[in-house]
Nanobody, 118 residues
Framework: QVRLVESGGGLVQAGESLRLSCAAS????????MGWYHQGPGKQRELVAT???????NYADSVKGRFTISTDNAENTVYLQMNNLKPEDTAVYYC????????????WGQGTQVTVSS
């Protein structure tokens, strides 16, 4: 049974930083892509950042220049460094891992709360 285990969320003030981590537990074939979504109160889940196995990254416009995604491919772990946090970043952050090749999969983490006070 594969699980994605997230950590690093919490309560911070605007302008501060947090680093989220997401590690795959259990036997898992290497992911083609990993990343983060967030879901704010009363909002739909939205993409925050993704990174491919080749190192290509993609960010939501709202976080460009503030957030950095990185991975440890050997450990199937993805990180999200969040700097200069804003109250509008407040959300539950979910990591995912996906693989298009056989065996295909798409896993989600359980979510970690990030709250930014003004």
């Amino acid at each position: 049974q594969v699980r994605l285990v997230e950590s690093g969320g919490g309560l911070v003030q605007a302008g501060e930083s947090l680093r989220l981590s997401c590690a795959a537990s259990g036997s898992i074939y290497s992911a083609d892509a990993m990343g983060w979504y967030h879901q704010g109160p009363g909002k739909q889940r939205e993409l925050v950042a993704t990174i491919t196995s080749g190192g290509s990254t993609n960010y939501a416009d709202s976080v460009k220049g503030r957030f950095t995604i990185s991975t440890d491919n050997a450990e199937n772990t993805v990180y999200l460094q969040m700097n200069n946090l804003k109250p509008e970043d407040t959300a539950v952050y979910y990591c995912y891992a996906s693989r298009r090749r056989f065996p295909q999969y798409h896993y989600w983490g359980q979510g970690t709360q990030v709250t930014v006070s003004s």
